[in-house]
């Protein structure tokens, strides 16, 4: 590749004054392919350079212009920007002149002419196969693997709450455990602990005394189904003896005045301050074991349809038990899913969180994979939420005079107003087109769509390379295809175009949809025509 290195002659004839060079590594590049245009100034250190910025290089395009690069020597220093710029149509093009600001003082490079070739193909070896046609293209769903993990994370925190504090089996302490026993086998493990325990030793007798007949009352009450721990012991006693002259409690009387001996020293020691012997505490929780085991075996045995009750009132808790556990897992998930709610209104906003479950049109069309594509010619490159579909054009007779050929697509939302067009005319004669006459079509055409109340307003556009067009926009009241309802909406058209040639982009959208006026902005900053056929 030459290096070519071309070089402005130096401003002034004192050496205080600033010397401008610049220059590109190559004149001749192929479609694509990209120059390095280098810009220095050597001047004084105390002066202010202000280097070309922006799409200045017309009808080159800038990709990407380095960092300033400073070098100092005494009073001097010299000062380097690179910038790289390619060129996509082939032909021979000349770089202009760029202005380099010294101390509010413009200086100019020189203009350079650069050579962009075709790429070469090899027709005999790389056999050439017709135009595809267009296929639709199945979307790509991008962002429903990040939903379908929120939901999984969710449910699986959900899951795990249910199974930690409702149906995981936590371990028991002993108190529970004692809890679970019968009343039989919970009343003899109360009587051993009662054995261990140390209330003899410290003279608390009154303690002892409590808890040795709260247990045998207990017991009486749940197994024998009497109400003793709220009974005196004169009336528990005859309670007793009534259930056992009724034939519903075979228990002797030996036994019976032997519980009554216990009870009215329990009696004596509680209220009247008494301290029996330690022989005689201990002797008269063997006696209340004795009778606990000798009321176990008066107890007539069930019959069967006690049985079946029992079994019945067992079924009936287990499904009380069931019914809670659902219960609690529905509060748990309705909550869970109120707390997210609630944490992502408060993060995306009520509407962008109604909008995400309940969708909407224009919203999906923003957050789905976009299309850049060139349509028609003179081509129009714009890129757009859906492929523009080819529209049949048929011209008016009066049209077909100044009209050599007219390309249309387009995209229409099912639901809605939203729209997207591009039109791409070739002009009869070689003549500048004329934008006016063609606002005056578009808004004629709205009303003979059934728009009304249309307000119509005009300004320049500029493309982001740099080419000018007209914008026409404004609003009203515009038909929604099959309805005959009227709805408020915004629209956008933009007019380019050169000799022999006019390119037209048209947009229409719904009023207060914050999507589709994201959309729209993309849209128009995606747009980029060819200047000449």
């Known amino acids: 590749m030459t290096l070519c290195l071309l070089f402005a002659t130096t401003q002034g004839f004192s050496q205080e004054d600033p010397i401008i060079r610049s220059g590109v590594d190559t004149t001749s590049i192929r479609i694509g392919e990209q120059i390095q245009f280098k810009v220095s100034v050597e001047t004084d250190t105390l002066a202010q350079v202000i280097f070309p910025e922006g799409q200045t290089f017309s009808p080159l395009e800038t990709i990407e212009a380095l960092k300033t690069d400073t070098i100092k020597e005494q009073d001097r220093m010299t000062l380097q920007r690179i910038y790289a710029l390619t060129q996509f149509d082939s032909?021979?093009?000349?770089?202009?002149?760029?202005?380099?600001?010294?101390?509010g003082k413009p200086y100019f490079t020189d203009s350079l002419n650069i050579d962009v070739a075709t790429v070469p193909v090899d027709t005999l070896k790389q056999k050439m196969y017709d135009i595809k046609p267009i296929i639709n293209v199945e979307k790509a769903h991008t962002d429903l693997w990040k939903i379908l993990l929120w939901i999984l994370g969710i449910a699986i925190i959900a899951?795990?709450?249910?199974?930690?504090?409702v149906?995981?089996?936590?371990?028991?302490?002993?108190?529970?455990?004692?809890?679970?026993?019968p009343p039989f086998d919970r009343a003899i493990?109360?009587?051993?602990?009662?054995?261990?325990?140390?209330?003899?030793?410290?003279?608390?007798?009154?303690?002892?005394?409590?808890?040795?007949?709260?247990?045998?009352?207990?017991?009486?009450?749940?197994?024998?189904?009497?109400?003793?721990?709220?009974?005196?012991?004169?009336?528990?006693?005859?309670?007793?003896?009534?259930?056992?002259?009724?034939?519903?409690?075979?228990?002797?009387?030996?036994?019976?005045?032997?519980?009554?001996?216990?009870?009215?020293?329990?009696?004596?020691?509680?209220?009247?301050?008494?301290?029996?012997?330690?022989?005689?505490?201990?002797?008269?929780?063997?006696?209340?074991?004795?009778?606990?085991?000798?009321?176990?075996?008066?107890?007539?045995?069930?019959?069967e349809e006690e049985l079946l009750q029992k079994a019945e009132y067992l079924e009936e808790l287990e499904r009380k038990k069931q019914k809670k556990k659902v219960v609690l897992t529905a509060v748990a998930a309705v909550a869970?899913?109120?707390?997210?709610?609630?944490?992502?209104?408060?993060?995306?906003?009520?509407?962008?969180?109604?909008?995400?479950?309940?969708g909407h049109p224009t919203k999906e069309l923003l957050e789905g994979d976009w299309v850049q594509s060139d349509y028609g010619y003179p081509p129009v490159s714009i890129q757009t939420p859906r492929v523009l579909l080819r529209q049949?054009?048929?011209?008016?007779?009066?049209?077909?005079?100044?009209?050599?050929?007219?390309?249309?697509?387009?995209?229409?939302?099912?639901?809605?107003?939203?729209?997207?067009?591009?039109?791409?005319?070739?002009?009869?004669?070689p003549e500048e087109p004329d934008f006016e006459k063609a606002s005056e079509q578009i808004l004629k055409n709205f009303e003979a769509q059934g728009a009304k109340n249309i307000i119509t307003k005009q300004e320049e556009f500029t493309t982001l390379t740099g080419v000018k067009g007209v914008k026409l926009y404004g609003s009203g009241k515009f038909s929604i295809p099959g309805s005959d309802e009227l709805v408020s909406g915004n629209y956008a058209v933009l007019?380019?175009?050169?000799?022999?040639?006019?390119?037209?982009?048209?947009?229409?959208?719904?009023?207060?949809?914050?999507?589709?006026?994201?959309?729209?902005?993309?849209?128009?900053?995606?747009?980029?025509?060819?200047t000449s056929l």
């Open 495 to 530: 007019f380019f175009g050169g000799k022999g040639f006019q390119q037209n982009v048209i947009l229409t959208w719904l009023e207060d949809d914050s999507y589709a006026d994201q959309i729209v902005e993309r849209i128009l900053n995606s747009v980029e025509v060819k």
């Open 91 to 103: 032909g021979s093009y000349t770089l202009p002149q760029q202005q380099v600001m010294i101390n």
């Open 392 to 429: 049949p054009v048929k011209l008016p007779a009066e049209a077909k005079a100044s009209i050599k050929e007219m390309q249309a697509f387009a995209y229409r939302s099912s639901i809605g107003l939203f729209s997207i067009g591009t039109t791409s005319i070739t002009l009869a004669q």
């Open 336 to 358: 869970l899913l109120l707390l997210s709610t609630a944490a992502a209104i408060g993060y995306y906003g009520f509407g962008y969180v109604k909008d995400t479950v309940l």
């Open 189 to 303: 493990l109360g009587l051993k602990q009662l054995e261990k325990s140390k209330y003899l030793i410290q003279d608390d007798y009154k303690t002892y005394y409590s808890e040795l007949t709260d247990i045998v009352r207990s017991y009486l009450e749940e197994d024998v189904h009497v109400t003793a721990l709220e009974s005196t012991t004169e009336q528990l006693i005859d309670k007793l003896e009534m259930m056992k002259d009724a034939g519903q409690l075979k228990l002797d009387t030996e036994t019976i005045q032997q519980f009554k001996k216990v009870l009215q020293t329990s009696d004596l020691v509680k209220f009247a301050k008494s301290k029996p012997e330690t022989s005689v505490a201990e002797q008269d929780r063997k006696s209340v074991e004795q009778i606990v085991i000798k009321t176990k075996e008066a107890i007539p045995e069930p019959t």
């Open 167 to 181: 149906f995981r089996k936590k371990p028991l302490s002993e108190e529970e455990k004692a809890a679970l026993l």
């Open 159 to 165: 899951a795990a709450l249910l199974y930690w504090f």
